[in-house]
């Protein structure tokens, strides 16, 4: 498994200047490549693989401007190139892909990656000699450690918490805030532990999360909190020259405002996640298989839905569960909101958006709309892992009356 550790970077105004040509002279290397790969299927059918485009740049290095720049940096690109095009392939093999998306020029840079090399070092017990990765920090005992840049030397970073397993990959990324720095480790895998206590949670626009306990997170909503600003923000942009040194400056603080709202969003999301599964203490959490993208299409309730973000909020619980051996399941969403989690009839009136009570008809079951969607999401996932089919067969294997007529 791997992990990614974020830190924050100071480099010095040089170093900036340096970090900012080098992101320039990777993005021409990307358009470089792209377009002769490109140009050789084009003109010749000739597929270019990744090797082939890898091997030719140290002798591309000789003698050119390419080798004042870090030869792992140009790696990293090319890799990066080589992974846009995997992507592309497989989207060709998926019939159901929309679009094919073939990769694309690039207009900016914001990160350049490069691998922590492996050196020889001599074994003093036994004299032999054994590759040992090398070190991508240098610890200074002081509040700010160093983390080395190939050929560009040694950048100030806050390390916050120390990073666990072995580093691979370092990443310098420019934000609208500032530079981080991001290390990925390899990390042996967690074991899964027995699931002993489940819930359901139910997303959506008016609370945020409500669990099958009855229990709801109320939704943030940053983006509309932060609407008036940034449309504020948005109205200067535009009444200031393109390109003047004013219109740059409107466009670095409607950036740092855009920024401050994803921020936001990612450490509520990453903190509701982390205790559904450790300050709640459950193993095993199942929600539905919502697809936002398609949702959004609904236009009356797209920007809600996106200010949500349900899907990054999965993504984070199943990236948690994987992390630290618990589960993450999801299932099926059809009728959720519509069927009694009681006696399992689905509602004859279909319940609009508005009404928060469900109200069941033929049991009298009076709940909150939510709170019986995650009742009904625990159930569904119960079933699946007693390999039943959800809408045949619920209803008498829940209701104990109708379960002796049929068993006798
Ligand atoms: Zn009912």
Redesign the pocket.
Known sequence: MKRRFKYRAYPTLAQERWLYAELKHQKKLYNYMLEMRSQMWEYGSVSVSMYEQINPLSKLRENSHYSEHPQDLQVSTLKRLNAAYDNFFDRCQDGKAKKKGHPKFKRSVRSVTWSVRKSKVKDKATGTFKRVRQKPIRKTGTRLDRLKVPKLGEVEIRRHRPFLGDPKEVTLKKTARGWYCFIVCEVPDTLKCVPKSACGIDVGTYDFLTTSDGETTPNPRFYRTAERKLAKLQRVLSRRQRGSKRWYKAKDTLAKQADIVACQRLDFLAKTAYSLFHHKGFDAVVAEKLKPSNMVKYRYLAKSISDASWGMCFDWCDWVAKRDGKHFHQVPPHNTSQT?S????KSPIKLKLSQRVFH?P????KLDRDHNAALNILHRAACALRGEVWDAILYETRNPLLQQACWG
């Open positions: 009694c009681e006696c399992c009839q069941c033929s049991c009298g079951l």
